[in-house]
C-alpha cells in the first residue's frame, strides 16, 4: 500500500500533539484555568466564604472588607472593628466564622493589639451583622506583653467541639519564651468559646503554666488546619532556614529555638542542636526557607487526586506546595501552579473544591483556580 | 601617607578583635539562654559552636568598621580637646559605639540584630567587645607625642 508522506506528517504531529497534551493534562500544569476575582487589596491576609457566596477579606492594615461576588465586585468595609496595633508584621491577621454562624452570626478575629512598647496577640467573638460588628468579646490576650512588632502568630481553627486554637508567635526577641509554660509567646493556646482554658487542656492543672496552653516550642507559626479526622497541622517560620510543617498534639514540645535546622539572619547559631529528648521532629522541614504562609487540607471534587494532600502557599519562595499524604505520611512534597510566582498569604478551598488564593502586598489579588472543564 | 596606613591597619586589626570578642560574647549568652531551659550544653559543644559562630563576622566587620571610624575619630578629637588618656578614650569610644550602633540597629530594624545582646548585660559586654577594640587601636597608633 502506498502511503503518502503528507498524510504521515500529520499523523506524526497529531501523536506528538497529543502526547504534549497528556503532559501538561496533569495537575499543576494546564488543565486548570486561573481568574483574579479582586484586585487592589491592601496586604491582604486572610480570607472567609460567607454563606451568600460573598467574601470576609483582612487586611494588615486593620480594614475587615466585606467583598461581594460575581463579575462587579464591591468592598464594603465592616464597621465597629477594635482598634488593631498596626506595624511592621503587626496588624489584623485571621478571620473565621463560627461553626454555627448562619446561626449566631459569630465571627472570630485576631490582631495585634496594643502599642510599641507593649503589644500581644489578641483574639475576639463578635457578630456580623448589616456589616457591623457588635457584641465584640475578648476570648484571650497573650501574655507576657512584648515591645517588637513581629512575631505574633495569629491563625485560628475551631475544633469539632467548639473550643478555639490560636497561633501566638515568639515575638522574635524573646524565643527562649517559647519553651516556657508562664508564657504564652511562641505557643499554640485554646480557649473554649467564652475564652476560658478547657479543663482538658493538658497544663491545665500546673499552677505554674498558663491553662490557655496546648503545644509548646514554635517559632512564628502561620498556618493552622484541623482535617475532618480531627488531625491537627500547622506550619511556622524558621529563621534562615527551618521552616516547619507539625502535627500538633496536646502537651507537644515542637523544640524552638532548642532544636532548628535553621541558623541566625546574621549566621550564628541558634542552637547546637537539631534533635534533643522531649521534642518532636517535623513532618517537613524547608532548609533553606520557603517563608510558608497559609495551608489548607484538600478536600474537593475538582481536583480529586489531591485528595487528602496539603497545599501550602509561601512568601519569600513564592510558591504553591503540594505535600502528597500517604497515610499521614509525607510520599511528595512539590511544587504547583507553576505560573503563581508572587508572594501568596492565604489559601482556601471552596465547596465545589476550586482553590482561592490571597496574594501578598500593597495590590494584593483574590485569585481562584479550578478546572477547565468547569 | 605611611601614617595614614598604620591608622588603616590599626583600624583592621580593632575591628577584628572587636568582632571576634563580639560574636564570642553573644555566643556564650545564646548558651546561657538555652542552659537556663535546663539543655545541657557540654563544654565541647561550647567550644564547637563558638568557633562555629565566628562566620557571623562577615556581617559584624562592617558593621563595626563603619561605627569605629567615627567612634575613634571623636576619640581621638577629646582626647586632644578635654585631655587625659588617650587609651582611655579610645576605649570609651569604641565600646559606646559599638552600644550605639546596636540601638541604633535595633530601632531600625525593630528587633536586635545580635540575638547575645538582647539583654542588658548581653549589650554591655558588646560594648566591652568594642572597648577591646578601642584599646587595641589605641596602642596600634600610640606615638612618643601621644605616650607622653
Known amino acids: 500500500m502506498k502511503v503518502s508522506f503528507p498524510l504521515v506528517f500529520i499523523l506524526s504531529c497529531l501523536l506528538c500533539s497529543a502526547s504534549q497534551a497528556d503532559q501538561n493534562s496533569t495537575p499543576g500544569q494546564q488543565s486548570y484555568k486561573t481568574e483574579t476575582l479582586i484586585e487592589s487589596l491592601n496586604s491582604p491576609w486572610s480570607l472567609a466564604f460567607l454563606p451568600n457566596g460573598d467574601y470576609l477579606i483582612t487586611e494588615l492594615n486593620g480594614e475587615l472588607l466585606r467583598v461581594t461576588h460575581g463579575a462587579s465586585p464591591r468592598k464594603i468595609k465592616i464597621a465597629g472593628v477594635p482598634d488593631i496595633y498596626v506595624a511592621a508584621q503587626g496588624g489584623l491577621f485571621d478571620v473565621l ?11 472570630y478575629l485576631s490582631y495585634a493589639h496594643g502599642k510599641k512598647s507593649a503589644n500581644a496577640t489578641r483574639l475576639i467573638s463578635a457578630e456580623l451583622m448589616n456589616d457591623e460588628l457588635s457584641n465584640i468579646k475578648v476570648l484571650f490576650t497573650a501574655s507576657p506583653w512584648k515591645s517588637t512588632p513581629q512575631h505574633y502568630g495569629g491563625r485560628i481553627v475551631q475544633l469539632g467541639d467548639g473550643t478555639l486554637l490560636l497561633t501566638v508567635g515568639d515575638g522574635f ?11 504564652h509567646l511562641g505557643k499554640i493556646v ?8 478547657p479543663s482538658n487542656n493538658p497544663w491545665v492543672s500546673d499552677k505554674d503554666a498558663l491553662p490557655e496552653i496546648w503545644s509548646i516550642g514554635h517559632r512564628n507559626e502561620q498556618a493552622l488546619l484541623v482535617t475532618p479526622s480531627g488531625v491537627v497541622y500547622e506550619n511556622e517560620h524558621g529563621p534562615r532556614g527551618g521552616d516547619e510543617i507539625n502535627i500538633i498534639q496536646p502537651g507537644n514540645n515542637y523544640g524552638w529555638p532548642v532544636i532548628t535546622q535553621g541558623i541566625d539572619y546574621n549566621g550564628a547559631s541558634i542552637t547546637p542542636y537539631t534533635e534533643y529528648e522531649g521534642m518532636l521532629q517535623p513532618l517537613v522541614d524547608w532548609t533553606p526557607s520557603i517563608a510558608p504562609s497559609a495551608m489548607v487540607f484538600y478536600q474537593g471534587d475538582m481536583f480529586t487526586e489531591w485528595q487528602g494532600d496539603l497545599l501550602v502557599v509561601s512568601l519569600a519562595e513564592k510558591s504553591v506546595r503540594r505535600i502528597d499524604l500517604d497515610d499521614g505520611k509525607v510520599v511528595k512534597d512539590e511544587r504547583i501552579f507553576p505560573q503563581l510566582d508572587t508572594r501568596m498569604r492565604d489559601i482556601r478551598i471552596d465547596r465545589q473544591g476550586a482553590i482561592y488564593i490571597l496574594t501578598d502586598g500593597a495590590d494584593g489579588k483574590l485569585l481562584r483556580l479550578s478546572r477547565n472543564q468547569e | 601617607m605611611k601614617n595614614l596606613m598604620r591608622i588603616l591597619a590599626a583600624l583592621i586589626v580593632s575591628v577584628l578583635v572587636a568582632a571576634i570578642a563580639a560574636s564570642v560574647f553573644s555566643t556564650q549568652f545564646v548558651i546561657t539562654g538555652l542552659q537556663e531551659l535546663g539543655v545541657s550544653i557540654p563544654l565541647d559543644v561550647r567550644l564547637k559552636m563558638t568557633v562555629s559562630d565566628l562566620s557571623i563576622l562577615q556581617t559584624l566587620l562592617i558593621v563595626f568598621a563603619v561605627c569605629f571610624l567615627v567612634a575613634f575619630s571623636v576619640g581621638v578629637f577629646a582626647s586632644r580637646k578635654i585631655g587625659g588618656d588617650r587609651t ?5 569610644a569604641g565600646g559606646i559605639g559599638v552600644i550605639a550602633t546596636l540601638l541604633l540597629l535595633q530601632s531600625a530594624l525593630q528587633v536586635m540584630p545580635i540575638a547575645g545582646a538582647r539583654s542588658s548585660f548581653g549589650l554591655i559586654m558588646q560594648g566591652v567587645a568594642g572597648a577591646f577594640g578601642g584599646y587595641a587601636f589605641a596602642r596600634l597608633t600610640e606615638t612618643s607625642q601621644s605616650i607622653q
Not at chain 1, 466564622?97 to 465571627?107: A, H, S, T, V, Y
Not at chain 1, 526577641?173 to 508564657?183: C, M
Not at chain 1, 485554646?190 to 482554658?197: M, T
Not at chain 2, 582611655?88 to 570609651?92: A, G, N, Y
Request: proline share 0%; aromatic share 8%; net charge negative.
Open chain 2, 88 to 92: 582611655m578614650w579610645l576605649c570609651l
Open chain 1, 97 to 107: 466564622l463560627d461553626r454555627n454562624f448562619e446561626d449566631n452570626q459569630r465571627i
Open chain 1, 173 to 183: 526577641d524573646y524565643r527562649e519564651q517559647a519553651q516556657k509554660l508562664d508564657s
Open chain 1, 190 to 197: 485554646r480557649v473554649d468559646e467564652s475564652g476560658n482554658a
